[in-house]
């Protein structure tokens, strides 16, 4: 979906999230609402992935025709469009009182949070601005969160964009990579101890040597634990760099 130019017509995926259009008039009569084959969407990609989330298993899964679908989507971009911006949810409020640290903290978990409740909203590429109501009220409490800052506008919607795509791809990473596949790492090391030519790979071999690779010892059957681990790790560096530029904001260099 393109952006929109100052008076064109707003897209209808846009319309129909806001509730500035009504539904569509092909197909037979109504007996669905657009939430409910939104909620219908989002059942059928969360337990059979985003490759599976078609019109036709949509409508299966209502028990409705494909054709009536038309009724309230055009076609399955916007009935994604529309579901992910459903699934992602409202965010939730932030600290009372805290500084701005602790609240875009609690705003950049509560984001990873929510995409970790639904894998397939890590799989859909992003192909628009956030035009639709949660997206925004998302974009809206993360730039909230540096309000008392001397960030300008334009920096604060560069950190807010910077930490959501960190949330995104870490929360991607993590479900590719797989609890399976994180356990097996534990013998990351030995092998690659076998595998490398010291004189070739001497950094990588540091970086084994030094424990890099090395389990951390929490409870491989607590999931949360290493991906959560990981997202924070990156989480506090990024906040201690935008640290660093609100300091030079507030000392106007």
Do not use: C
Request: proline residues 7%; hydrophobic residues 40%.
């Amino acid at each position: 979906m393109s952006s929109p130019e100052p008076g064109d017509p707003l897209p209808q995926s846009v319309q129909l999230a806001w509730g500035l259009s009504d539904t569509g008039t092909r197909g037979p009569r109504r007996g669905l609402t657009l939430e409910q084959v939104l909620d219908a969407a989002i059942e059928v990609a969360g337990a059979e992935g985003l490759e599976a989330l078609s019109m036709s298993r949509v409508a299966k899964q209502l028990g409705f025709t494909t054709m009536s679908l038309y009724r309230y989507v055009s076609n399955k971009d916007q009935l994604v469009e529309l579901a992910w911006d459903r699934a992602i949810g409202s965010p939730p409020e932030l600290p009372a009182g805290g500084d701005w640290r602790e609240r875009l903290e609690a705003w950049a978990m509560a984001e990873y949070r929510s995409l970790r409740a639904h894998k397939w909203l890590t799989q859909y590429p992003i192909r628009t601005a956030p035009y639709y109501p949660n997206n925004l009220l998302w974009l809206d409490a993360g730039l909230g969160a540096l309000s008392a800052t001397p960030l300008d506008e334009p920096a604060k919607v560069q950190v807010v964009t910077m930490i959501s795509l960190y949330a995104i791809g870490r929360a991607r990473f993590s479900w590719e990579l797989g609890t399976d596949v994180a356990d097996d790492l534990s013998d990351t090391p030995a092998m690659l101890r076998r595998i490398l030519d010291p004189e070739k790979y001497p950094s990588v071999l540091a970086a084994v040597e030094g424990g890099a690779f090395d389990p951390d010892g929490s409870d491989a059957d607590d999931e949360a634990v290493w991906h959560e681990q990981d997202f924070r790790f990156g989480l506090e560096r990024l906040l201690d760099g935008i640290d660093v530029l609100i300091r030079r904001a507030e000392d106007g260099s």
